[in-house]
């Protein structure tokens, strides 16, 4: 990782974090002693998170760090930041929401769309997170049920809803940085879930693809809620 993407990470896991207030001026000599790299990456890094809406130059005032409402809360390296702080687990109660809006959309187009290939390997991880699941392999589980949904967004062949993937994605292995169980009931649920999904998009019935993936997110929503 280079001196700008680490700055860029301190900085932004900061400001998400609060420790880096909004408000807060961030003078380019102080944070580049800080953080002993040169002005001209502190520079590049201002602007990367000002594309991010982070922060704001402002005229005779200098770079202020913005407040949350003016982040760019769908891009997926504010979502890791912010899975750091405070409001980690009503940022996750919201992308929750989220996939439960957009994707049954997403399945119900793939159910329609989906080549063969792309089915072949939306089953493909359905048996891998079978497997995580009797090995009790978190990662593993983790990484083919996020592979699973990818998928099925990719599938949608809509180019709207691909532009959500990252977000999507982020909002998923937000999932499992929080306490929800993963293995034994809950485990065996959502097994049996994404093998109806994959079971769906294969017989390709829309209606039941878009159903079983909005019960997917409805239930994590309800286990968030306690």
Avoid: C, K
Wanted: hydrophobic residues 50%.
């Amino acid at each position: 990782m280079s001196r700008q993407a680490r700055l860029v990470e301190a900085l932004g896991a900061g400001i998400a974090r609060g420790s880096l207030e909004p408000g807060r001026v961030l003078e380019t000599a102080a944070v580049a002693a800080e953080h002993g790299v040169s002005r001209t990456v502190v520079r590049e890094a201002f602007r990367t998170l000002e594309t991010l809406g982070l922060i704001a130059a402002r005229q005779r005032v200098g770079t202020v760090v913005q407040p949350l409402a003016s982040w760019r809360l769908l891009d997926p390296r504010v979502i890791a930041w912010r899975e750091a702080g405070a409001d980690a687990l009503a940022q996750l109660r919201e992308l929750t929401r989220l996939r439960e809006a957009v994707e049954p959309a997403a399945a119900e187009l793939a159910a329609a769309h989906a080549t063969p290939e792309q089915l072949a390997a939306i089953l493909d991880a359905v048996e891998r997170m079978r497997a995580a699941s009797s090995g009790r392999d978190v990662a593993a589980f983790a990484a083919a049920d996020a592979e699973l949904h990818a998928l099925v967004v990719t599938a949608s062949a809509s180019a709207v809803l691909a532009q959500l993937l990252g977000t999507l994605g982020a909002a998923l292995r937000s999932r499992y940085a929080h306490d929800l169980p993963v293995f034994g009931a809950e485990g065996e649920r959502s097994l049996e879930q994404h093998a109806r999904l994959a079971a769906a998009l294969a017989a390709r019935d829309g209606a039941a693809a878009a159903a079983v993936t909005r019960e997917i997110a409805r239930e994590t929503g309800e286990r968030l809620r306690g």
